[in-house]
C-alpha cells in the first residue's frame, strides 16, 4: 500500500486527485494540506506512515522547494513527487537538489500522475518529458516565449495581473475579442492545456524562490 500525502494550494485540484486515486487498491490518501509549513507539521506527527508526497512549489508560508529540503533531510523513506506549472529550468534544478524523485507538469493527465507515484515509490526517478532538463543555456519555455508578439507578451503579463479580458482591452486600446483571440493563440504557442492553464502559467513565470 502507499501511503500517499496531497500538499496543493487549490482544493479543487486535490479533489481531483482523490477522486481519481480512490479507486485505486494500492494507493490511500492519508492527508490533504494547503500550504507547506501545515504538510510539515502533519509529517511531524505522520511521516513514519507515508511514503510519497505530491507536492505543489508555489504554496503559502513553505513553498515547494523548502518543504521538500526538509521533508528528504528528515525522513528519507519519504519520496517526494512536484506537481506544478513551473517549467523553467532553475526551478525544476533547484527542485531536484532539494531532494524530489519525481517532477511533473500540471497539463499532464492524471494517470500520468499515478504511474509517476507508483514508480517513485519502487525506487524509480519520474520526470516530466517536457521539461528542458538537457538544456542549461535555454529553457523550454524561453524558446516558447520568444514565439510571442510583443502584444501578446503584454497581454500575458496582464493576465498574471490577475485582469479581465475587458481591462486587458482597455489597458493595451483594442477590442476584447482582439485579446481572446490572442489567449487563444499564446495558449497554443505555449501548448497549455486545461481551463486555468494560461492564468496559472502566467502568475507562476515570474515567481522566483530563493
Not at 503584454?154 to 482591452?169: F, H, M, T, V
Request: proline share 1%.
Amino acid at each position: 500500500m502507499i501511503n500517499l500525502v496531497i500538499a496543493e494550494d487549490h482544493n479543487s485540484l486535490i479533489d481531483g486527485i482523490d477522486v481519481f486515486f480512490k479507486f485505486e487498491e494500492d494507493i490511500n490518501i492519508i492527508g490533504k494540506v494547503n500550504d507547506g509549513q501545515a504538510l510539515l507539521e502533519f509529517l511531524e506527527k505522520r511521516n513514519r506512515h507515508v511514503n510519497v508526497v505530491i507536492i505543489d512549489i508555489r504554496m503559502p508560508n513553505v513553498d515547494g522547494i523548502e518543504a521538500t529540503k526538509q521533508i528528504t533531510a528528515k525522513y528519507s523513506h519519504i519520496k517526494v513527487i512536484a506537481f506544478t506549472m513551473f517549467r523553467q529550468s532553475d526551478i525544476v534544478k533547484k527542485m531536484i537538489a532539494a531532494g524530489a524523485k519525481g517532477y511533473l507538469l500540471k497539463n499532464a493527465r492524471l494517470p500520468i500522475l499515478l504511474e509517476a507515484v507508483r514508480a517513485v515509490h519502487n525506487g524509480e526517478i519520474y520526470y516530466d518529458s517536457e521539461l528542458p532538463l538537457k538544456n542549461d543555456s535555454s529553457t523550454t519555455e524561453i524558446k516558447k516565449e520568444k514565439l510571442l508578439t510583443k502584444t501578446q507578451d503584454q497581454i500575458l503579463d496582464l493576465i498574471g495581473k490577475r485582469l479581465s479580458s475587458q481591462e486587458i482591452a482597455d489597458k493595451l486600446f483594442i477590442s476584447k475579442h482582439t485579446v481572446l483571440t490572442h489567449r487563444k493563440n499564446i495558449t497554443k504557442k505555449l501548448n497549455l492545456k486545461g481551463r486555468d492553464a494560461l492564468l496559472s502559467y502566467a502568475l507562476n513565470r515570474d515567481y522566483n524562490f530563493e
